[in-house]
């Protein structure tokens, strides 16, 4: 007879609770991806740029919002960027440059100067769309100044994944 309150554990296959953080088992992190909603293995999780805040990603569903379409090429030689060596590795970039003239611009002045708020990764505006959305804390709620509402830069394929958050009016 299985219980629905419990799930197998994606790293060993061990019956946990649903709401467990750790299988009591094999230790593994039971996190699911913001995106796709499914568990991910402990050795797949993805956290960019160091978050540790309980969300995570399979790389492979944020990796495919960061492949640069073909219709990209950077203003200075012309090459198309998604044939470089710069396809794939925009999600742990740091010094972005045109593998093929050096250009330290390749996507044509259109990189946001803030990343999302959801994933943490920085916004491509030359091939991503982006919106400011605002995520009401309940943390906040009693503050002697009134609620709190914070405004973030979101991805849009972040944004109706994050709990809480809501865009803007346009």
């Not at 629905?4 to 992190?29: D, M, R």
């Not at 797949?44 to 990209?72: M, Q, T, W």
Request: hydrophobic share 25%; aromatic share 10%.
């Amino acid at each position: 007879m299985t219980n629905t309150g419990t799930t197998p554990c994606v790293n060993c296959g061990h019956f946990i609770s649903k709401n467990a953080q750790k299988c009591p088992k094999c230790s593994g992190e039971c996190v699911s991806c913001l995106l796709c909603k499914q568990p991910i293995k402990t050795k797949e999780v993805y956290r960019p740029h160091g978050r540790n805040d309980g969300y995570a990603f399979h790389k492979n569903c944020l990796g495919f919002h960061f492949l640069i379409p073909p219709s990209v090429a950077c203003p200075d030689c012309g090459v198309e960027l998604s044939s470089t060596k710069l396809q794939g590795s925009l999600l742990k970039a740091t010094d972005i440059s045109c593998p093929d003239c050096g250009s330290p611009d390749p996507l044509g002045g259109r990189r946001v100067t803030c990343s999302c708020y959801a994933c943490g990764c920085p916004v491509f505006t030359a091939f991503q769309t982006a919106r400011k959305s605002y995520n009401h804390s309940s943390y906040y709620e009693n503050c002697p100044s009134g609620p709190v509402t914070n405004y973030h830069p979101f991805h849009d394929f972040c944004l109706a994944s994050y709990p809480g958050a809501t865009p803007m009016p346009d």
